[in-house]
């Protein structure tokens, strides 16, 4: 079994490498195999959400050039021996690397783990190249506002044309007091608009960036929200039926709305 899934977005900065840490945290917490290949050439970031930025020394690049073996270039944490980073090349430049070979790369790394997660580019330029062709279920990220939507639908409609799988849908950072008043977009009218599978949603949360801050996972963070919403994009992503949170009208409203009156 091996399941490779791609994180994107049109527009920067929306919590892909975020995500994708925390993913591979909570895949390895349940005892599978995962391995985490930060595609973003040049600019590497998942070793430092990970802690690991001093035990790396090969790349992907070194990799890709046959300077290391896999064994080599491939982190763990101590902790958690189940979790493999492959980090990206700080020197390079998404196009130094050839489509073809990365493909060949992590359809041989598939073959060694449960789980591989690419963390992609933002944008749709060469980086999103680089990695469409890996036969990775495209997995969108997007933020609740106009900027991040009209980017994902672009995004979107490029991997429509390139007949990749279709992608699932994260909402990340929504605030649940804003949606609740109408001022910020629903999860659930973002994924209708998209019209793709809404897969999870992220709360915006002070203690996961204040957990960012100090290189540590999203998980431990202790906001639970945040670690329940992680386990869920992660496990419906997998398959599972998990119940997305409930970012709707607070239930005292529910009744008003039920009894016909006025939403407050
Ligand atoms: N739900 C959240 N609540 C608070 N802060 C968040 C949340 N998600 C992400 N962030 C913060 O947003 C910033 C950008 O996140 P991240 O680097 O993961 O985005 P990205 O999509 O990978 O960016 P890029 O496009 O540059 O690769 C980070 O400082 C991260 O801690
Ligand atoms: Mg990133």
Redesign the pocket.
């Known amino acids: 079994m091996s399941r490779i899934f791609a994180l994107m977005?049109g527009k920067?900065?929306?919590?892909?490498?975020?995500?994708a840490a925390a993913m591979a945290v909570y895949y390895a917490r349940q005892h599978l195999r995962v391995t985490l290949l930060d595609g973003?050439i040049g600019?590497r970031?998942v070793d430092l959400?990970l802690g690991l930025q001093d035990r790396v020394i090969y790349d992907l690049g070194d990799l890709m050039e046959k300077r290391c073996l896999p064994e080599q270039a491939l982190v763990s944490p101590e902790e958690m021996p189940g979790l493999s980073l492959l980090a990206a090349p700080q020197l390079m430049k998404a196009s130094d690397i050839k489509g073809k070979e990365l493909a060949a790369l992590i359809a041989q790394l598939s073959a060694e783990t449960d789980i591989l997660l690419i963390?992609a580019?933002?944008g749709v330029g060469r980086g999103l190249k680089n990695v469409l062709g890996a036969h990775a279920r495209p997995i969108l990220?997007v933020t609740p506002d106009d900027v991040s939507l009209r980017d994902a639908e672009r995004l979107s409609s490029i991997l429509a044309e390139r007949e990749e799988e279709r992608p699932g849908l994260i909402v990340?950072?929504a605030r649940p007091r804003l949606i609740r008043r109408g001022e910020m977009m629903a999860p659930a009218a973002m994924a209708q608009v998209l019209d793709l599978p809404l897969l999870g949603v992220?709360?915006?949360?002070?203690k996961?960036?204040r957990a960012?801050l100090r290189h540590e996972s999203p998980l431990d963070c202790g906001d639970h929200a945040?670690a329940d919403a992680v386990a869920c994009a992660a496990s419906r992503m997998l398959g599972a039926d998990t119940p997305l949170p409930d970012y709707g009208p607070r239930p005292f409203l529910r009744f008003f709305e039920r009894k016909g009156g006025a939403a407050l």
């Open positions: 977005s920067g900065g929306v919590g892909k490498s975020t995500l973003d600019l970031c959400m963390d580019p933002a990220v990340n950072r992220l709360p915006e949360s002070e996961m960036y960012f945040v």
